[in-house]
């Protein structure tokens, strides 16, 4: 297979190591991906250029959305709608222009409002999902799907709605259900506090006592008896990568927010079985999509979200052992290709304070006519003193477009 599509036109892959940066351990003072055993990844590094990159800005700590609009050549600050766009977007629904979305989550209260389970223990209903589908409120259409687990996002469609409302969701048990309120002095505003706290009403009313819910009391399961609501987003149409830089972009991701990203972005997302997000997540299925979308595509995002969740876990061994995997079964199948190959993550989650950082992550471009450097591993020390130096995510975008052959000129 020849990733090459013209003589002056060539090919990349991206792969995101979601939260793959981190800090020296207290132990021996070694990052987990220097801890790693990365044959593969240090090959890339001895043929590639190397660097650091702060993915929004130094000092600025990058939620997972705001992290990959910059890498795509977003700025966050200027294209971000909300996370409950993405949410969406990754669930399959459709949105237009004025349409406010949210994630939520089925859980449990009890009667006086009371959270017993912000999660619902981890069990949603697609049956029960779909009486909260469709419902209308103030004559706001309001839209819901149950996606994984107890995990739904909701689509609100009508005039004047918008994004600036605060949570409903506690995001902790004991709490109790928050009233929605507006985050500006606006009629919006206010009409969209006002019917998130109808729906949230209605959706106790229509599910406390229903069947489903028995059902679950009886067997000792938490009924999903609420829908809180959070992280709302408003739609807006975009550019498209493709309009921008000139060249067709594909998804390979397991995590829904990604794939949102992406079609936000007009990329196309595929589907891969066995991709889930998770520890379980069928890499081998992973690589063998996205090099074969090479033949369509021109660009492939290629997404792994593990390493981000055992940072959040604190979860040392588990990171290193992600990242091994990630060498042994993505890196040494890609490594080889005659696309660009580009490794990074879109921020780093320390397994030492379990949350994202500003810490930059490295970086490594391997392809035709890059000018290599002395670094020969790859990890947050080594890749210091690379030719790339410490770039923004911000520039990976144009930088590799330029390599790719899709480059704009600016002056004559
Ligand atoms: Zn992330
Ligand atoms: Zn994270």
């Given amino acids: 297979m020849s990733a090459k599509s013209s003589s002056d036109k060539h090919k990349a892959i991206l792969l995101i190591c979601d939260g793959l940066g981190d800090r020296p351990s207290i132990d021996d003072g070694k990052t987990p991906l220097q801890a790693a055993y990365t044959p593969n990844l240090d090959e890339l590094s001895a043929s590639g250029i190397n ?149 949230v009403r209605m959706s106790y009313e229509l599910l406390n006592d229903h069947p489903i819910n028995a059902e679950r009391r009886q067997k000792g399961e938490l009924p999903a008896n609420i829908i809180l609501l959070r992280g709302a987003g408003s739609y807006v149409d975009v550019t498209s990568m493709k309009e921008r830089f000139g060249f067709s972009a594909a998804c390979v991701a397991g995590a829904s927010l990604y794939k949102g990203v992406a079609k936000y972005l007009g990329m196309h997302v595929l589907t891969v079985e066995g991709a889930t997000g998770k520890a379980d997540t069928n890499l081998h299925n992973k690589v063998e999509v996205a090099l074969n979308a090479l033949e369509e595509h021109d660009f492939v995002f290629l997404h792994v979200k593990d390493t981000d969740n055992n940072g959040h876990d604190g979860n040392f061994e588990g990171k290193k052992k992600t990242i091994e995997r990630i060498d042994e079964e993505l890196v040494a199948r890609l490594k080889d290709t005659d696309a660009y190959i580009v490794v990074t993550g879109d921020h780093s989650t320390p397994v030492s304070i379990k949350r994202h950082s500003s810490d930059p992550v490295p970086v490594v471009i391997k392809g035709d006519g890059v000018r290599t450097d002395e670094v020969n591993k790859f990890d947050e020390f080594s890749v210091a003193s690379g030719g790339l130096n410490r770039i923004r995510g911000i520039d990976l975008m144009p930088i590799l477009s330029d390599f790719m052959g899709y480059y704009k000129m600016y002056g004559t």
């Fill in 51 to 199: 660097g650091l990159m702060d993915v929004i800005s130094p000092g600025i700590v990058p939620g997972s959305d705001t992290a990959h609009l910059s890498l795509f050549g977003y700025n966050p600050y200027r294209y971000y709608p909300g996370r409950g766009v993405f949410e969406a977007l990754g669930a399959d629904m459709e949105l237009h222009k004025g349409d406010v979305a949210f994630r939520a989550n089925f859980a449990t209260v009890d009667d006086e409002m009371q959270v017993i389970d912000r999660r619902a223990g981890r069990k949603g209903s697609k049956e029960l999902a779909e009486i909260l589908n469709g419902l209308e409120i103030d004559g706001v259409k309001i839209l819901l799907k149950n996606t994984t687990e107890h995990r739904c996002a909701v689509v609100m469609k009508g005039e004047q709605l918008s994004r600036y409302v605060s949570d409903v969701d506690t995001h902790e048990a004991g709490g109790f259900v928050q009233e929605c309120k507006p985050l500006k002095n606006g009629e919006a505003e206010r009409k969209t506090a006002t019917i998130v706290n109808k729906f």
